[in-house]
């Protein structure tokens, strides 16, 4: 197939390659790389990040009246909107449904839907501009959160404890987020898992559940462990839920990421998305359980029906973890190298060690998930060793900067 590739999440790229299939890649200049260009694309076009989309669509017009594409396809959310207006323009096939992305990107939308299925929420309020969000915040009651409707990436959420604490919280949330508007919702106490699937037809696989470990102030996201270490019983709990779910928003023919707490009550969601899971989560489904979601996601994409290819019982050989380095500080501070990568790489557990950061850029404030700067995944015997073991590599990692004064 000629298969039309908008965005990125380049693995699922390659295993497109893999399967023989002919790939062009569309992608915005923010998110576009230098090795692009020697990548599996037959063509690499890069649009301005403020291109519209018809500007997309006229593109890909061009190049399908040279030679058709069979399909277009793409593997994170920000691109969807595109994707369906080619598929639409050019009259070829894609698995993204936008009314789906929709429902759960939409924060405020995603617990309308929740509460009209009678599944387990938590309180929460949508609210736009700043004295509607304080209405909704003494409404709810502290402790709470309040997060952008429709962002990712941890940008912008916020917890309040404490009525001082208030006006800090709207600053990092922002006046741009406030005036479009903000879910405030009770803080969620508990232990934070995401449980990653794949829906065909109306049918859902749990392939694995994910522990998650996040900052308790930024939630910035500082590790995670497959499987997650739950009992029998916690994990029937969680994956009948989650199933739950997805039947009552209508998930098909896609993979999902649905990110939950486990609180004294029972499991209660958080987030979800229609993709795979970021933060090298399908790395570690990979180690674990040898399901290798890129592929499955991949074929997926353009139509192939990937029950078949799924274990009938999709069993953990190992434990695999991820913890990430997350260097904070001014941006008079830059990256002049980091040590002990080496020797990071040669430890007989450590799978794969990943720099977030070149030389050169600033140190960053870590506020949100881009600002960390490294990564290191390890395997275990257990999900406790895995843990350790992924933790302790990370912190054998020396970030070295250099100091500039601030210019005037």
């Known amino acids: 197939m000629r298969v039309l590739v908008i965005g990125t999440n380049r693995v699922c790229h390659e295993r497109l390659r893999d399967q023989g299939h002919e790939i062009v890649l569309f992608v915005p200049r923010a998110r576009a790389r230098r090795e692009d260009v020697t990548g599996p694309y037959e063509h690499v076009v890069i649009l301005d990040d403020e291109a519209g989309t018809d500007l997309w669509a006229d593109m890909a017009e061009v190049l399908h009246r040279r030679i058709p594409f069979d399909a277009v396809a793409a593997y994170n959310e920000h691109t969807y909107p595109v994707v369906h207006a080619v598929s639409e323009r050019l009259g070829i096939t894609t698995t993204v449904d936008l009314d789906l992305f929709g429902r759960v990107l939409d924060k405020a939308r ?57 006006e800090a919280a709207l600053r990092r949330v922002g006046p741009h987020h ?47 462990v497959v499987p997650a270490p739950l009992d029998p019983e916690e994990h029937e709990a969680v994956t009948s839920y989650v199933t739950r779910v997805l039947d009552a928003f209508g998930f098909h023919d896609c993979p999902s ?53 799924l274990p009938d019982e999709i069993v953990h050989g190992h434990s695999a973890a991820a913890w990430y380095a997350a260097p904070s500080g001014p941006p008079t501070h830059s990256l002049l190298h980091v040590e002990g990568i080496e020797e990071v790489r040669a430890l007989p557990h450590v799978r794969a060690v990943t720099l977030l950061r070149e030389p050169g850029s600033p ?28 933790r302790e590599a990370t912190s054998m990692l020396r970030f070295v900067y250099s100091w500039s004064a601030p210019k005037d």
């Not at 990653?196 to 900052?215: M, Q, Y």
């Not at 998930?369 to 015997?381: E, M, P, T």
């Open 110 to 166: 995603m617990r309308e839907i929740l509460d009209k299925h009678a599944i387990p929420s938590c309180r929460h309020a949508f609210a736009r501009g700043r004295h509607a969000v304080l209405e909704a915040i003494e409404r709810i009651g502290l402790p709470c959160i309040v997060k952008p409707v429709d962002a990712e990436a941890s940008v912008g959420v916020s917890r309040i404890d404490t009525e001082e604490r208030i």
């Open 178 to 224: 406030i005036a479009r508007g903000v879910v405030v919702e009770e803080f969620l106490d508990g232990e934070e898992y995401s449980v990653e699937a794949l829906s065909t037809g109306g049918r859902h696989r749990i392939v694995a559940v994910t522990r998650k470990f996040t900052d308790g102030e930024t939630f910035v996201s500082r590790g995670h």
């Open 363 to 390: 140190q960053p404030t870590v506020r949100h998930n881009f600002d960390r700067s490294g990564r290191v995944l390890a395997v275990g015997d257990s999900p406790r060793q895995a843990l350790s073991l992924a």
């Open 257 to 309: 990421h649905t990110e939950v707490m486990m609180t004294g009550r029972g499991p209660r969601i958080i987030e979800m998305h229609n993709r795979i899971g970021g933060d090298a989560i399908m790395d570690l489904v990979h180690l674990s359980t040898g399901v290798d979601m890129y592929d499955m996601v991949a074929r997926q994409s353009i139509g192939e029906d990937v029950s078949v290819l």
